[in-house]
């Protein structure tokens, strides 16, 4: 057995015995579903990025940034930032004040329907299922690189190694993997970062050497390689597609079931907002490195088949041994994280919000979610085994962005319009999720060419605001509608506290600093080297990088600004906190 692949069977050992040791402490279905609702900002920031984060950041994007496309990524991440904060301050901590045990189970409560929890439940099978298929091939994909095992084999393996300690343990076992997966890779993925750009020549040299890369020209520029033969041909495209995907993914990590399910883990209201405050920053510097990373492994390989294996090679090829292991390892947590999140999710959605609830003992719950999740968990495992390799970036891109369409309108509307109805709600999930599906059909089949501005995305979100709007016209809230939706925007007692208040603004504070810091490093580090290698103005690769920093700052003051308008209430609005159920 080679060091590599002792190093990947620690870390799948470590795992198991950390679920086995969470899992002997599940006593109920609150243990089992939301970690008891008792998770610190830590644990909620853990599973925040490491659930984002699967093998499709260290394989998908990163061979995105490989093939020529690093600004891309930065500048869609850029944008997507903010959803985390704005999805905690105008969802998240709704939905953790409603005590649901899933998100479909919150709009069954919200919207008072059984057929509104079943069909968010069906998305959320849909959509983590298709995500799940995709992190599973990826991580069977790693092992066979380090084995050399047949394809079949390593896929055994990767199903199992998250499949064990996700049946046992639930979110319990989950929170706690995530964080230290999270750990791990963050940290991998700066020192690889340090010896690539070592063994190119150093930073400035490998920046100036990409600035003026001739085999793929623009590679590191601010909208990337262009050209007829490109996947984009013209800067104006690239920068519309980074902007359209950024507000999609915007919407993800503020609605969707392996983002916002992980604020029903919190111990209180303020942990939501640090967290999310704290997971923009990570995410954004996380996606930095390892854009940068993905494009200077051209320096050293630019023939690298598929592309999306370039982190991998430079894990095999470029590292110290212990390094290597490391972010060998750290890759395939990324991918284990993800993959019991989505397993965790489909599981529970499919026992608590599809199938009957023919019981409320407790323990035959946890047995039929179990159950549930084993059986998914196998169909995951029979379709990433059908499905061919190498489409990670795309296929889990348009899994992740069905939440975008599906829920994105329901999900805000729920918090904050007093017109949506129940029929609204259920025909808008439905409307957004098939008009996402078919758009993506035409373009996949090629029936037609839609431009830029058409992304299947933006269709699926309009058409399912517009079926909300028009459903809630013929139809009308009830009284019973009308109260829950009163009750969400009543602030729990608990959480109007002076202390727990002064440390949650800490935070926005902080990530103001930061981007303003970060944009400077990134002007001297990389728009100063990039000028001077081509002599030209870098005006666009300035823009970018105040851009990047900027975004940081305007999600800082938004939670700073959010925060405090909802929780430094006056002595007079007291009646208006109520104590916690």
Wanted: hydrophobic share 50%; aromatic share 12%; with cysteine.
């Amino acid at each position: 057995m080679s060091v590599y692949a002792a190093g990947l069977l620690i870390s799948i050992i470590v795992y198991l015995a950390v679920g086995n040791y969470a899992g002997r402490k599940v006593k109920h279905l609150e243990d089992y579903f939301v970690a008891g609702r008792n998770a610190p900002t830590l644990l909620i920031v853990g599973t925040l990025v490491a659930s984002l984060m699967s093998t499709n950041a260290f394989m998908g994007e990163t061979g995105l940034g490989y093939s020529g496309f690093p600004a891309v990524v930065i500048i869609l991440t850029a944008i997507n930032c903010i959803g985390y904060t704005a999805g905690g301050l105008y969802f998240g901590r709704f939905l953790r004040r409603s005590r649901a045990l899933t998100v479909a189970e919150y709009f069954g409560q919200r919207f008072d329907s059984r057929r509104v929890q079943v069909v968010a439940g069906v998305t959320i099978v849909l959509g983590c299922t298709a995500y799940l298929v995709m992190v599973t091939q990826g991580a069977a994909t790693i092992i066979n690189e380090v084995t050399g095992l047949p394809f079949y084999g390593t896929l055994l393996i990767a199903w199992a190694g998250y499949t064990l300690f996700t049946l046992y343990s639930g979110s319990s076992g989950v929170v706690l993997t995530d964080t230290m997966m999270f750990l791990l890779f963050a940290a991998v993925a700066f020192l690889g970062l340090a010896f690539i750009m070592d063994d190119a020549g150093g930073w400035f040299t490998s920046i100036r050497d990409l600035a003026a890369y001739d085999a793929k020209p623009g590679i590191i520029s601010w909208h990337g390689a262009v050209g007829p033969d490109a996947t984009w041909q013209t800067p104006v495209e690239t920068l519309a597609y980074g902007i359209i995907l950024g507000i999609a993914w915007g919407i993800v990590v503020a609605v969707s079931p392996w983002q916002a399910s992980r604020y029903l883990m919190a111990r209180n209201e303020h942990i939501v907002i640090r967290s999310a405050t704290i997971t923009a920053g990570v995410v954004m510097v996380l996606y930095t490195v390892l854009m940068l990373s993905g494009a200077a492994v051209n320096l050293l390989n630019p023939n690298i088949e598929p592309n999306q294996e370039n982190m991998i090679w430079a894990a095999l090829n470029v590292m110290p041994t212990l390094v290597g292991v490391l972010l060998m390892s750290g890759i395939l947590a990324a991918g284990l994280s993800s993959a019991s999140t989505f397993l965790s999710l489909v599981g529970f959605s499919a026992s608590n919000d599809i199938l009957p609830q023919k019981t409320t003992d407790n323990q035959l719950r946890l047995k039929m979610s179990r159950r549930a999740m084993f059986v998914i968990s196998l169909v995951a495992l029979a379709v990433a085994y059908a499905l061919p390799e190498g489409k990670l970036f795309w296929i889990t891109y348009f899994a992740g962005t069905l939440f975008a369409s599906s829920w994105g309108p329901v999900a805000f509307m729920s918090v904050w319009s007093t017109r949506i109805t129940e029929a609204g709600a259920f025909w808008g999930i439905i409307a957004g999720l098939l008009g996402n599906l078919l758009t993506n059909s035409l373009a996949l089949l090629r029936i037609v060419d839609l431009p830029v501005l058409l992304d299947p995305i933006l269709v699926g979100v309009v058409v399912s605001y517009v079926t909300v709007e028009l459903v809630s016209l013929g139809s009308k809230v009830t009284e019973k509608e009308h109260d829950l939706r009163e009750r969400l925007h009543r602030v729990p007692e608990s959480e109007i506290d002076a202390d727990k208040l002064a440390r949650t603004l800490l935070w926005p504070k902080l990530l103001i600093v930061f981007g303003a810091a970060f944009s400077v490093l990134l002007y001297f580090f990389y728009v100063v080297p990039y000028q001077q290698a081509t002599g030209e103005p870098a005006m666009g690769e300035f823009l970018m990088s105040a851009g990047v920093g900027l975004s940081l700052v305007v999600t800082g003051v938004l939670a700073w600004w959010g925060t405090t308008r909802s929780y430094r209430l006056p002595a007079t609005h007291n009646a208006y906190a109520v104590p916690e159920d």
